[in-house]
C-alpha cells in the first residue's frame, strides 16, 4: 500500500487537537506524514515537538492555496469551521485533482458541530429563536440557511 498523505486544519484547536492526537497515537496512521494548516508562528511552535509539518497560509478565503495543498494531499481533515462553504469546497476540488492524478482514492472528514446553527449577533446574521429537536432535518435547515 503506498503512504497515504494526511492534511489537516484546526490543529491547534480543541476537536482538531484532539484529533491529531488520536492520529499520533494510532501507530498505523503515524507512519502516514501529516500536514497540518497554521496560520500563526505560535500555533507552529504548538505543533513543532510533532512527527508533522505545520505549513503557513493567509486564512480559509485562500481557496486557491487550499486546492492546490489538497491536491498533495490524500486525506483533508478540516476541523478549522464547520460552516465556511468555500474552504470545503477548495478541498474537494484539490481532492479531486489528487484523486485524477493518482487514481487512489481520497477521503475528506469535514468536521460540523452546534456553531452551524448558532445566531450571529456581531455579524448582524441568522438572528433567530429557533429551538432545535432531535426530530428537526437538520440538513434541511442547514441548507435553507446556506441560502440566506
Same mark, same amino acid.
Given at each position: 500500500?503506498?503512504?497515504?498523505r ?28 501529516i ?22 497560509f ?29 474552504s ?10 489528487r484523486?485524477?492524478?493518482? !487514481? !487512489? ?14 445566531? !450571529?449577533?456581531v ?11 432531535d ?9 435553507? !440557511?446556506?441560502?440566506?
Amino acid at each position: 500500500m503506498e503512504t497515504q498523505r494526511i492534511l489537516i486544519t484546526g490543529a491547534t484547536g480543541y476537536v482538531g487537537g484532539s484529533v491529531l492526537t488520536t492520529i499520533l497515537a494510532n501507530p498505523f496512521l503515524v507512519k502516514f506524514p501529516i500536514t497540518a494548516l497554521v496560520r500563526t508562528q505560535a500555533q507552529a511552535s504548538t505543533l513543532s515537538s510533532l512527527p508533522m509539518t505545520p505549513l503557513f497560509f493567509k486564512n480559509l478565503d485562500d481557496t486557491d492555496f487550499l486546492t492546490e495543498v489538497a491536491s498533495a494531499h490524500d486525506i483533508v481533515i478540516h476541523t478549522a469551521n464547520g460552516y465556511h462553504v468555500p474552504s470545503a469546497q477548495a478541498f474537494i476540488r484539490g481532492l479531486a485533482q489528487r484523486k485524477w492524478k493518482t !487514481r !487512489r482514492e481520497v477521503h475528506y472528514i469535514h468536521n460540523s458541530g452546534s456553531s452551524n446553527f448558532r445566531d !450571529r449577533p456581531v455579524s448582524k446574521a441568522y438572528i433567530e429563536t429557533k429551538v432545535f429537536s432531535d426530530k428537526d432535518d437538520v440538513y434541511v435547515y442547514e441548507k435553507m !440557511r446556506e441560502k440566506n
